[in-house]
């Protein structure tokens, strides 16, 4: 997944200085005659964290254009040579036609007046034998002017180091483009020339930062010819559309162009700092590429020794800058909680997530009788915020362009008057940039958002974890929809909380924020408008999507790297996943494919009846639990026994991604049949029980048996340690079932014939369930176990009306046609069939199973 942050400097850009990530150019260089002078600007009084820079104070700068706009930016090394970098103009191995390619020279902003500025086309275009990609070095291109470029006040050429020359680790540089001024965020018009000042790194220094998992846990390996410069802490660097542009540092009154924007991991990220190509190494080649011209570039001597900043770090002693946002003493003392205050109106509660800006709900603020239902008055407008005990003033309002129609980008962003002291508390929260992947098992937390009462009980301390997104994505939202992978936006980030749900505790008249935590540090992962019901919120939209905005208005908000990488033992989701079909009542049936060892069956149920026998229940809606009445009432009995009822549980295996559910059976109901015990038995739970991947329904079918698709005996091997086993199975056609059993079987009986060695996989005493997965990838419960009998199974089918006006949501398939079974012929039964007693042997049984459904 290299491709997602290391990126040279000009991809996807299109208009001047932009920035996401890092370019490099080089330029030919040649002895340096007397009369050409370099490196002295002019005395004068975006490029990320940078500022614009002074007309005339970097002459060299040139702007490379194909197709009338900016791409990549070059320096000027003499009147007819211009060095860049070669991602700039190689494509698929081949150099662009230089036709195609213009120089502007002398320009400060590309959308202002260009007294000094003139072009020249390009004759030429040389790149290095051996470059093949950014990552693999010689990242540099050197253009042959079609005429000589006209030196002025505005257009000089910039010194290069010869291959001895040295430069400091810790030197300031300053690097300069029209790139963008943060990660997809285009320079402003008029386009100005941007300037930023970058410490070089030492090699080591810089190796060691990127051997540390970044984004995508991705790490990187310096080769030679590659130069370092930034900072631990980013948040200064250059960036998209900055590529081929100059690194240079000042020597004794002169400027050495020292490297060439190249590439980096996003822009200003935390410990990446920009990789530029080192100029130095090449001058024997720039010479060759140069030679015969003249004037050709300057290589000054260095004079004396090397210039040093007054930070120089030691290689030996690298030091990773850790996350300056999302530190909080404990959980739901929340340092960046803001309450925004509107005269007339209730608190509402937002984040503070830089020096000054604040993330709260837009809806907050909607003016009713405004005729554009937008607040005009901010004057009386204050914030409050943790630790501080004066209220802050808003002074001005930027909300999402959407957030009128869109829950999911209900946001808006408030500035602050003055900006707080984040060295001591309040502390700003951590934003996830677009490609941050939330973690399955993540630990998150519930905090207040925007308005309403606040939650039932220690809201603040409700823990939870993050369910997969397979899990998320196909519990609730649309059928068919394709799940994200990793790196993609997630459409919805789903908590499974450690409590049980209480009754009498209603959460649906406040809207709340999901904090995540990553190694002690605190992203704000997604924010929820009211609940719906009383459930507690159980899908939050993701602010993943939001990050780019946030970035582009506050210009400082706090994007961190993802930095948490166990991806667990279930690896990396990169496969493209679809999700099962659903009912009209949402999801059910649905397990992963393929599914680890151990994973629950989420609508298994044990069912303990009055303490002494435990029978096997199936979940068929969120109240209710089928089960074999043989197994539930005793022969006889006239009296409804205590029972309990458990879900998510695994035996004695761990529980992932879910935990358990516990619910008292308040009620049985039998179907009315006349004359015989009925073979099914409705329990009715105390309270309902939310989806999850603990506790989820099983899909019905309204014939019964889906069409194709395998089956199988879910049940224990061992009844003591409840283990969920499954034994593949195949169902027989009625008239075969009829024939092995007399025809003495009770209308809707399955008969199923186990594969080969899974006879005595599943205990029949608790009576378990026999299940199809059906070609849509749902499962589908197709009947339970008759009493003291393994192949023997009462069918779901002939009960569809009976459990739907009994349960009302049970998800039951739309029909997809009735199961193949061969015509009946004249006679019931196949030849030495007839008057059997119990199942024929295997090897006759195998001349009989052309027309079964296959397991």
């Not at 970098?85 to 020279?105: D, K, Q």
Request: net charge negative; aromatic share 8%; proline share 11%.
């Amino acid at each position: 997944m290299l491709q997602h942050l290391l990126l040279p400097l000009v991809t996807l850009v299109v208009s001047p200085i932009q920035g996401a990530f890092q370019d490099s150019a080089l330029s030919p260089t040649q002895e340096e005659p007397e009369d050409l002078d370099c490196g002295r600007p002019e005395s004068s009084t975006r490029i990320m964290g940078g500022s614009d820079a002074q007309p005339g104070r970097w002459p060299w700068q040139v702007s490379l254009h194909q197709n009338g706009g900016h791409i990549c930016g070059g320096s000027l090394i003499a009147p007819s040579w211009v060095l860049s970098a070669a991602h700039c103009f190689v494509n698929n191995g081949t150099v662009e036609p230089a036709a195609e390619w213009s120089v502007l020279l002398g320009v400060h902003s590309q959308d202002g007046p260009r007294d000094a500025a003139h072009v020249r086309a390009v004759a030429a275009i040389l790149v290095p034998d051996n470059y093949s990609g950014v990552e693999l070095g010689a990242d540099l291109a050197l253009l042959r002017l079609a005429s000589p470029a006209r030196l002025g006040p505005a257009v000089k050429p910039v010194c290069l180091p010869r291959a001895s020359h040295h430069f400091a680790h810790g030197t300031a540089c300053w690097a300069t483009g029209w790139g963008d001024v943060q990660e997809a965020d285009p320079l402003p018009v008029p386009w100005v020339l941007q300037e930023v000042e970058l410490r070089l790194l030492g090699e080591a220094a810089c190796q060691c930062l990127y051997s540390r998992p970044g984004p995508f846990n991705l790490t990187f390996q310096l080769l030679p010819g590659m130069l370092c410069a930034g900072y631990p802490e980013g948040r200064r660097d250059t960036c998209q559309g900055d590529s081929g542009g100059p690194l240079v540092c000042e020597e004794h009154g002169r400027w050495f162009q020292a490297g060439i924007t190249s590439f980096g991991f996003g822009c200003g990220r935390r410990n990446r700092p920009g990789v530029f190509t080192a100029v130095a190494p090449y001058e024997a080649w720039i010479r060759e590429q140069v030679m015969g011209s003249e004037p050709g570039p300057a290589f000054p001597t260095q004079s004396q020794g090397p210039q040093s900043g007054p930070w120089e770090p030691m290689d030996e002693n690298c030091t990773i800058a850790l996350p300056e946002c999302g530190k909080a003493q404990r959980p739901g003392a929340w340092p960046w909680e803001a309450q925004v205050i509107v005269p007339g109106s209730r608190p509402c509660h937002g984040a503070l997530v830089s020096e000054s800006w604040v993330l709260a709900p837009a809806s907050c603020f909607l003016d009713r009788s405004s005729p554009d239902h937008q607040p005009q008055d901010l004057d009386n407008w204050r914030v409050q915020l943790p630790s501080r005990l004066s209220s802050e003033h808003v002074m001005r309002r930027v909300p999402h362009e959407n957030a009128s129609w869109d829950p999911a980008s209900d946001l808006v962003l408030l500035q602050l008057r003055a900006p707080v002291n984040l060295s001591v508390a309040p502390r700003p929260v951590c934003l996830p940039h677009p490609e941050h992947y939330f973690l399955p098992g993540s630990r998150c937390r519930l905090a207040r958002w925007g308005r309403g009462e606040p939650a039932p009980g220690p809201n603040t301390l409700l823990e939870a974890e993050l369910l997969s997104g397979w899990w998320c994505h196909c519990l609730y939202s649309r059928q068919g929809a394709t799940v994200p992978p990793p790196g993609d936006p997630p459409h919805a980030l789903c908590p499974a909380y450690h409590e049980e749900e209480e009754s009498g505790r209603c959460w649906n008249y406040s809207s709340w924020s999901l904090l995540c935590r990553e190694e002690g540090t605190w992203f704000l992962a997604g924010i929820r408008d009211f609940s719906s019901g009383c459930l507690r919120p159980r899908a939050f939209y993701p602010l993943q999507t939001h990050g780019p905005w946030i970035s582009h208005v506050t210009r400082g908000a706090y994007l961190e790297d993802q930095l948490t990488w166990d991806w667990g033992p279930e690896g990396e989701e990169t496969e493209t996943q679809t999700c099962p079909p659903h009912t009209e009542h949402g999801a059910c049936g649905l397990r992963p494919e393929p599914a680890p060892m151990g994973l629950l069956w989420p609508w298994l149920a044990e069912v303990h009846v009055a303490g002494d026998r435990v029978c096997t229940g199936i979940l068929v809606a969120p109240g209710w639990v089928l089960a074999a009445t043989h197994c539930i009432l005793r022969p006889g009995s006239t009296t409804v026994p205590y029972i309990e009822v458990y879900l998510g549980r695994t035996g004695a295996s761990p529980l992932p991604q879910g935990h358990q559910v516990s619910r008292l059976v308040i009620s049985i109901r039998l179907p009315r049949h006349l004359g015989l015990r009925p073979p099914l038995a409705l329990l009715e739970l105390s309270s309902r029980v939310e989806p999850s991947p603990s506790a989820l329904s099983i899909c019905l079918h309204p014939g019964g048996i889906p069409l194709g698709g395998s089956c199988w005996v879910l049940g224990w091997k061992d009844p003591q340690d409840r283990v969920p086993v499954a034994a593949a199975v195949s169902i027989l056609t009625p008239r075969l079932c009829q024939c092995l059993y007399q025809g003495i079987l009770p209308p809707g009986t399955l008969c199923v014939l186990y594969a080969e060695g899974q006879e005595d996989r599943c205990e029949v005493t608790s009576a378990p369930p026999l299940l199809c997965q059906s070609e849509g990838g749902s499962w589908i419960l197709v009947g339970m176990a008759v009493r003291g009998s393994q192949e023997l199974f009462a069918s779901i089918g002939p009960e569809e009306a009976w459990i739907s006006q009994t349960v009302g949501e049970a998800h039951f398939l739309p029909p997809s046609g009735s199961p193949y079974w061969p015509p009946e012929g004249s006679n019931l039964c196949p030849l030495d069939m007839a008057g059997a007693s119990g199942f024929p042997p295997a090897s006759l049984f195998l001349l009989l199973l052309t027309p079964l459904i296959q397991g």
